[in-house]
């Protein structure tokens, strides 16, 4: 997912890759502890355009992906969509000059700046993070998913059980409970 920047012209280019997520080796390492699995490739379009000293990157990065709900478990399939915008620059642009290092890095990673070194970008850890970021940070199967029961593991979205009036307070109580105890642990404190 390189190009030498000789190659791209002033009206700018469109690119198409698809790519095995294993060539990933962050999403393979984050999909592994979500329990779930990429299904099929990613599809990454982008269109690169000269700006000033700059390259405008508009793209968009696309996975089918089966993950677990995590409330009930069950198994989802889910197609994970981003588009991002990204500007790639070889030098720090003069704007940004002054102050220390680690205030140019900041400015730079805020308006979402991307330095490259040589006459080649290479887009594969920008498309990387951009996947990380689309990620459900809790998957659900549906925004209305009633989960398992605590108490004895009953699917709540396929039928009730015997915990169901317990449960109803539960929360509270949970709360109540965690409180009791940790003001315990203050009390018994020197
Ligand atoms: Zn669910
Ligand atoms: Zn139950």
């Given amino acids: 997912m ?3 920047i000789q190659h791209i012209p002033a009206e700018g280019i469109t690119l198409t890759y698809s790519k095995a997520a294993k060539e990933f080796p962050v999403l393979t390492a ?8 990429f299904q ?4 990454i379009k ?4 000269p700006e000033r000293e700059l390259f405008k990157v508009s793209g968009v990065v696309e996975v089918d992906v089966q993950l677990d709900c995590s ?3 069950k198994q989802i399939q889910d197609r994970l969509s981003r588009r991002f915008t990204l500007r790639f620059s070889k030098e720090i642009p003069q704007d940004l000059h002054g102050g220390d290092n680690e205030e140019v890095e900041l400015t730079a990673e805020q308006i979402g700046l991307i330095f490259f070194r040589g006459e080649e970008i290479d887009f594969k850890d920008a498309v990387q993070e951009q996947v990380v970021l689309a ?7 549906n925004e209305a998913c009633k989960g398992l029961c605590p108490h004895c593991g009953t699917d ?15 929360p509270f109580a949970v709360l109540k409970d965690w409180r009791a105890s940790t003001e ?4 018994t404190k020197p």
């Fill in 2 to 4: 390189k190009i030498q």
């Fill in 30 to 37: 984050l999909m592994k502890e979500e329990g779930g699995c």
């Fill in 40 to 43: 099929g490739p990613l599809i």
């Fill in 46 to 49: 982008l269109a690169v355009v």
């Fill in 71 to 73: 409330r009930c478990l």
């Fill in 135 to 141: 990620m459900p940070f809790k998957p659900l199967c």
């Fill in 156 to 170: 709540l979205n396929v039928e009730s059980c015997a915990c169901t009036s317990e449960r109803s307070g539960s």
């Fill in 184 to 187: 315990g642990k203050r009390k």
